[in-house]
């Protein structure tokens, strides 16, 4: 079986590797956002690319979800003795090793798709890992400051600022001229599942399928399309995807993010047993759904989840 995932962070690793332990025999093509990358200190930082990376490969910080195992922070603390900044996006010692590798490596003219499989060669996530485009695109948020408008970087809002203010737009900067990287055609192509796993639909999903040919790829690929909703009871699971969605005028409800996907997208939609009541909503608007345990406690948790959306795609299919 050809599985292709749409993933984002720390919710799409963890998903990515429940679904390793449901389908140990699939072949899996994980296409990775890339809209939260940032150029921090001269260097390229991919955090959604390397959480995947870090989370299948054996190396995560499991507290935190993100960044290294067994880690310490002396550049950092030595380049803010220095007063460089900023201070508040927390690069370890061994993910800076990444960084300046990935940085290398672009520089030499190596484009972003070609890096990142070199990078897993040391990793071996068991997956084949693309970046949604080798091109830029970072995610932009607008939000209103002292009386005015400004627009930051989506890590300032996210990490700096812990979304601690609404936003008024989220903008994949430079994603209507990117292109697919190679093979994300290709993959979804061949592909006999798609799946979108319960990263942000906004920032993670969202971004991905901003890159033009993405969207209208998946939409015609002719396999069965299935979602599992990141909001349950009314509230995201991890994170602060409420705020986003505002933005773009989407309710925090697992209803109203399957409608925002749509139809002409999603075949199947996954919600948790306390948004039973989204059941009959989300069907109506022509999206086959299912309420079934959607928190990922552990990982035979997150397999059942992943078992789940491949019976779903099983039953749409036939």
Known sequence: MRIVVLAGGIGGARFLRGLKQAAPD?????IGNTGDDIHLFGLKVCPDLDTVMYTLGGGINEEQGWGRTEESFHVKEELA???VGPEWFGLGDRDFATHIVRTQMLGAGYPLSAVTEALCARWQPGVRLIPMSDDRVETHVAIEEDGGRKVVHFQEYWVKMRASVDATAVVPVGAEAAKPAPGVLEAIAAADVILFPPSNPVVSVGTI???????????DAGVPVVGLSPIVGGAPVRGMADKVLAAVGVESTASAVAEHYGSGLLDGWLVDTADAAAVAPVEAAGIRCRAVPLLMTDLDATAAMAREALTLAEEVRA
């Open 81 to 83: 003795a220095y007063g």
């Open 209 to 219: 399928l901003a890159v033009p040919g993405i969207r209208g790829a998946i939409a």
């Open 26 to 30: 699939a072949d899996i093509t994980v």
